[in-house]
């Protein structure tokens, strides 16, 4: 394959290709930055730290309202406990990830993440949010992107990631997210966090009700998106990660996608995304199955140790990370630990 495709030509891709023809291509572009039989992992915890959101995504089974009952906010102490726990475990990384609650403004953050630096210094890195709680935060505090960023960056915090970006068009937005956040808003915040010299990433989520040309505008989007940082001198993403929906206990209810589709996704996804460096592959969702998307241009992956918000929606986590690891192994990958980066932005 020379050169990079068209929407148009992902869209035959995706149509008539063969699952053979996918992963030939895939790995092709894989094989630009990874040794082809190397896969590499981190284990990791999502805490949530509060459930309490006012978004009212149609997809979530995680929030409750303010004032509604069963809403909580993690004690520090309890937050800590939980990194405590990651660390006996054997991981170094943790994601904080929350829903929109009116009464933690971003001083909460700024504060909480301050106190988690300067408790573990650089033995566990932390992914602080989401951008779709970044620009929330920042929206409730008056406060620019920039301003909002910096307020972050000086607090200790290293990376934003792309997370809650489900699919990334204005349509999809307003039929199952109208509070959450426009693209624009999205994509500005998202120039913000590199500028400012932390790390983010691109994020997917599929299987929902999404046409694929929803999929490919998602696709097309984060390409244009990366085009601009690298042109402008910037790392821009460090990384795309997809994970398929989970429908249980929502009220946009649905089923869910086979493991063979979402292979067939990451292959066109890696084909298509030719300036991002790392496919990561979904543990959360697709537990064992994740695996086979090494085949289909993957080269490396998360093990979970807890994320409310996928258990909650039919999620099942794996404890025995031996028994996980066994998998890529058997088809043929040396898996390797791989420790967060610290921007060099940010390199002290
Ligand atoms: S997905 Fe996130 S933003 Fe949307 S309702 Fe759930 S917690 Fe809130």
New binding site residues.
């Given amino acids: 394959m020379s050169g990079r495709i068209t929407v148009d030509e992902a869209a035959v891709l995706w149509r008539e290709a063969s699952d053979e023809e996918l992963q030939r291509l895939a790995q092709e572009v894989r094989n630009r930055w990874h040794q082809p039989d190397r896969a590499t992992y981190m284990v990791m915890r999502i805490i949530n730290y509060t459930n309490v959101?006012v978004?009212?995504?149609d997809y979530?089974a995680?929030?409750v309202l303010p004032n509604q009952e069963g809403g909580y906010v993690l004690s520090r102490d309890e937050v800590f406990a939980k990194i405590d726990e990651l660390v006996e475990l054997g991981g170094d990384l943790v994601g904080f990830n929350?829903?929109?609650n009116p009464r933690l403004p971003l001083d909460y953050y700024a504060d909480l993440f301050a106190a988690v630096r300067e408790r573990y210094g650089d033995r566990v890195e932390f992914y602080a949010l989401t951008i779709?709680e970044f620009v929330y935060l920042a929206d409730r505090a008056g406060l620019s992107h920039a301003e909002a960023a910096a307020r972050l960056r000086d607090a200790g915090v290293h990376w934003i990631t792309g997370g809650?970006s489900e699919i990334l068009t204005e349509d999809f937005r307003s039929r199952h997210?109208k509070f959450?956040y426009t693209v624009r808003e999205y994509f500005e915040a998202q120039r913000a966090i590199v500028e400012s010299g932390m790390k983010t990433t691109a994020t997917m989520v599929i299987g929902f009700d999404e046409t694929l040309e929803e999929r490919l505008e998602h696709l097309q989007r984060t390409r244009d998106f990366q085009d601009g940082c690298l042109a402008d001198g910037y790392d821009g993403l460090f990384s795309f990660l997809c994970w398929t929906y989970k429908p249980y206990g929502t009220a946009l209810g649905g089923r869910e996608i086979s493991p063979r589709e979402y292979w067939r996704h990451m292959a066109l996804s890696r084909i298509f995304l030719d300036n991002v460096k790392h496919f990561r592959t979904s543990v959360l969702t697709q537990n064992e199955e994740a695996f086979r998307a090494l085949d289909y241009g993957a080269d490396d992956f998360d093990l979970p140790l807890e994320d409310e918000?996928t258990q909650k929606a039919g999620a099942r986590i794996e404890l025995d990370l031996e028994a996980l690891l066994a998998v890529p192994r058997r088809l043929g990958y040396r898996v390797e630990y791989r420790r967060a980066e610290r921007p060099a932005a940010l390199a002290s």
């Fill in positions: 959101c978004a009212q995504c979530c995680f929030y929350g829903g929109f779709a809650g997210a959450k918000v």
